[in-house]
């Protein structure tokens, strides 16, 4: 006959019932948060795809933080833009009015005045800034694009954010793009600034220190010189220095110029327009990707509590016919034996 030692029944119950409390502390552990899975060893295939879903979504929230500057960069331009084209609408007009003999001299001065404030608003919108950033520098950003004279000192460049996967946009327009034509942009400042025909002037004085100007940019034949000429800041210039010297002759010249500007700053709205959409698509597709993921996660993760709740009431049951197994092998005495 084999004799069972109390030390052996005694490690065979210790181990019987810390399994028993284990099952039941994993049991009540996933009953407190719900989650089927809290070990990679509890479901190894479902553990990589919850990474994987985590990484996703990691990247989604950086993706909308791109996606809130870029809305707010190009809301910013957008906005600058819509003042730069009613300045070069107001502007238009002015030149329409003073493009006839009707007006004299002294009107024309005084509308001069009123293009000059026009020129110096496009100067501040050139020089706007989003932050402590100028917006139409192009990478410049901490260099003043314009001076008061509306020569250019930033670069071509254009920033893209990335809003969705392998999806970039750019999120700002060079001053180049903005401020200049591609028609006057090519023919440098000889289309806005043509020689003035012989007639009476009241300031002759003021008439020639305009053309002095006018000859030494004409005569200056760099290609960063011709390039600075060409923008909307120069043409409303030119527009001044035709009304201050009484020339409507030079007005009407101006006025085609004008009209190209307006088609230009018209056509960028348009395609700062298509990149919001596209922004707000993206954004929309990323919404989804969400609620898709966390609907996936949850059929991964979550425990379903009707066989959660019935697997806690097994469990404890069995710790408790363990534990009464056990108190009735472990409270026999040495009489108990000796019968």
Do not use: C, W
Not at 24 to 41: A, F, H, T, V, Y
Not at 108 to 120: D, M, T
Not at 146 to 165: A, C, L, M, P, R
């Amino acid at each position: 006959m084999t004799r069972v030692s109390e030390a052996s029944s005694f490690h065979a119950i210790n181990h019987a019932v810390g399994k028993t409390k284990s099952r039941l502390e994993d049991i009540q552990l996933k009953g407190s948060n719900l989650k089927r899975i809290q070990k990679p060893s509890d479901d190894p295939i479902g553990n990589t795809e919850l990474l994987a879903v985590r990484s996703v979504d990691i990247d989604n929230e950086q993706y909308l933080r791109n996606i809130s500057f870029a809305k707010a960069q190009l809301s910013f331009t957008e906005n600058a833009i819509e003042e730069l084209t009613n300045l070069t609408m107001k502007a238009k007009e002015l030149a329409i009015g003073q493009a006839s003999n009707f007006y004299d001299a002294d009107i024309r001065k005084s509308v001069a005045k009123e293009i000059n404030q026009i020129k110096r608003q496009m100067v501040s919108i050139g020089n706007r800034r989003m932050g402590n950033k100028f917006i139409f520098g192009g990478h410049k950003t901490l260099t003043r694009p314009f001076d008061e004279n509306g020569n250019y000192f930033g670069d071509t460049n254009q920033t893209k954010v990335e809003v969705q996967k392998d999806f970039f946009v750019n999120v700002n327009l060079p001053g180049k793009e903005v401020f200049f034509s591609e028609d006057a942009y090519a023919n440098g400042p000889e289309q806005v600034q043509p020689q003035k025909p012989e007639m009476n002037n009241p300031y002759p004085e003021q008439e020639m220190q305009i053309n002095r100007e006018l000859a030494s940019e004409q005569n200056n034949g760099t290609d960063s010189q011709s390039e600075r000429s060409g923008n909307i800041i120069k043409h409303i210039q030119s527009l001044e220095n035709a009304l201050l010297t009484n020339n409507p002759e030079i007005v009407q010249t101006i006025l085609p110029t004008l009209d190209k500007d307006m088609d230009n700053l018209i056509k960028l709205r348009t395609e700062l327009g298509s990149t919001v959409n596209s922004i707000e698509n993206a954004e929309n597709s990323i919404e989804k990707t969400k609620l898709l993921n966390a609907e996936y996660k949850t059929k991964i993760e979550d425990a379903d509590v009707a066989e959660l709740f019935t697997d806690l009431t097994r469990q404890q049951n069995t710790l408790n016919a363990t534990y009464k197994a056990s108190s009735q092998m472990m409270n026999r005495s040495l009489l108990d034996f000796l019968r």
